[in-house]
Each structure stands twice: as structure tokens, then as C-alpha cells.
């Protein structure tokens, strides 16, 4: 099944840890994108990438990293120095750089420091 | 000003009534504009997506265009207590960045 898969569902992260979150997909797309989403609000973008090996950040970057090796992975690494980092985060992914393109989302992960 | 703006709702309206949900952006170089469906607990899924002026139709969705004001719309005919959802408005800006607003909360009452 063609899909974008995020890993795990729910995490635990103690404070002074990094952890990261996985995203695949194998829907050939060539954009991806992540966004952080706090109870009742909208989502926020943290990063994206075009296409492998390069990628932007975007409105709320701080305290988070990515790396884009392969085109079907996409994982970002929450550090210690994002102070709030409680939320639900999303994997996004779409066809490429043109405007007309459309984007899909994985199940998302729960992040939840204690 | 915020990039994608929505009013947080809640929008309620009665079973079978149209429902009028409402998006206006800030960057004049955006070509690309989606809605997309947000249940609680779950990730958004794309419902509509419109890129030219005019209307949009797919069954029960119209999704309305109007570049020269920056305004977006969606509309929901026949709704159901299953709409019953968030709505996010996403724009694709001049930068290939897709941002989306805080979303509307839709109530169909029974």
C-alpha cells in the first residue's frame, strides 16, 4: 500500500533528551514536509524539503533538526533545546516543486515529555 | 498579520443547511489553495484543492477562489453530523511553503 508512515505513534521523551521521529513514505513524492500541532490550534511548519539533500526552514525551526539523505525518509530530531516541545507532530508529503501539487499526511506522533 | 487567517468557529449550523467556511491569505504570489478535514485526535485529510478563480465543485464540496481579494472559501451542502470536524485552509505560498490557518471548527447539529 502507497502511504506515508510515521513512527511510533506515541513517544515519551524526558527532559534533556533528543529524540526523533520517524517519517516514510513510498508514494515517490518529492517534497515533505513537518508541522507541530497544539491542542486547539492550527499547524505550524518546521521544516521543509524539496527535494534530497536539501531543506528550509520554516516558521518555528528552533530547537528541531532534519535531515533529508533519501528521497522516501524524512526524519526530525526534537533536541534538548526546544523547551516545549509537547505536541503532535505531522509528516506531510507531495508530488514536487510545482504550485499545483497536493499534500498528504501520515498518522501522526504524539510527543509528550515527562 | 498572520500568513493564512480562519475564524476559530465554532461555526455551528442545523442538519441539511449549508455550511460557509472562509480563509484569507497574504501572499499575492500563492497559486495553490487546499482545504482540508481535521477530526479530533487524527491527522487532516485533503478534501479540496483549487488553484484557478471561480468555483470548484466535488459532490457535496464547493471550494470558491478569488485571488484578487486573497479570499478562499468552502462550501458544505446537505450537512451532515459526520462534517462535524476542523477545517484547515492551506495555501502553497510563492515560496513552495504550504502554511495553513488555525482552522474552523464546524458543528452540525442533529
Known amino acids: 500500500d502507497g502511504g506515508i508512515t510515521q513512527s511510533p505513534k506515541y513517544l515519551f521523551r524526558k527532559e534533556g533528551q533528543n529524540v526523533t521521529l520517524s517519517c516514510e513514505q513510498n508514494?515517490?513524492?518529492?517534497?515533505m514536509y513537518w508541522y507541530r500541532q497544539d491542542p486547539g490550534q492550527g499547524l505550524r511548519l518546521i521544516y521543509y524539503s524539496q527535494i534530497v539533500n536539501d531543506f528550509q526552514k520554516g516558521d518555528i525551526a528552533e530547537g528541531y533538526s532534519v535531515s533529508r539523505e533519501k528521497k522516501e525518509s524524512f526524519p526530525l530530531t526534537v533536541t534538548s533545546a526546544q523547551k516545549n516541545p509537547t505536541a503532535f507532530y505531522l509528516c506531510?508529503?507531495?508530488?514536487?516543486?510545482?504550485?499545483?501539487?497536493?499534500?498528504?499526511f501520515g498518522q501522526g506522533t504524539r510527543l509528550t515529555v515527562v | 498579520q498572520k500568513e493564512v487567517e480562519q475564524n476559530s468557529g465554532p461555526l455551528s449550523v442545523p442538519e441539511g443547511a449549508i455550511a460557509s467556511l472562509n480563509c484569507t491569505y497574504s501572499?499575492?504570489?500563492?497559486?495553490?489553495f487546499f482545504w482540508y478535514r481535521q477530526y479530533s485526535g487524527k491527522s487532516p485529510e485533503l478534501i479540496m484543492s483549487?488553484?484557478?478563480?471561480g468555483d470548484k465543485e466535488d459532490g457535496r464540496f464547493t471550494a470558491q477562489l478569488n485571488k484578487a481579494s486573497q479570499y478562499v472559501s468552502l462550501l458544505i451542502r446537505d450537512s451532515q453530523p459526520s462534517d462535524s470536524a476542523t477545517y484547515l485552509c492551506?495555501?502553497?505560498?510563492?515560496?513552495?511553503?504550504?502554511?495553513f490557518g488555525s482552522g474552523t471548527r464546524l458543528l452540525v447539529r442533529p
Open positions: 483549487i488553484y484557478s478563480n
Open positions: 506531510a508529503s507531495s508530488i514536487g516543486q510545482g504550485r499545483r501539487t497536493e499534500a498528504f
Open positions: 508514494l515517490n513524492h518529492d517534497a
Open positions: 501572499d499575492r504570489g500563492s497559486q495553490s
Open positions: 492551506a495555501v502553497k505560498d510563492s515560496s513552495y511553503k504550504l502554511i
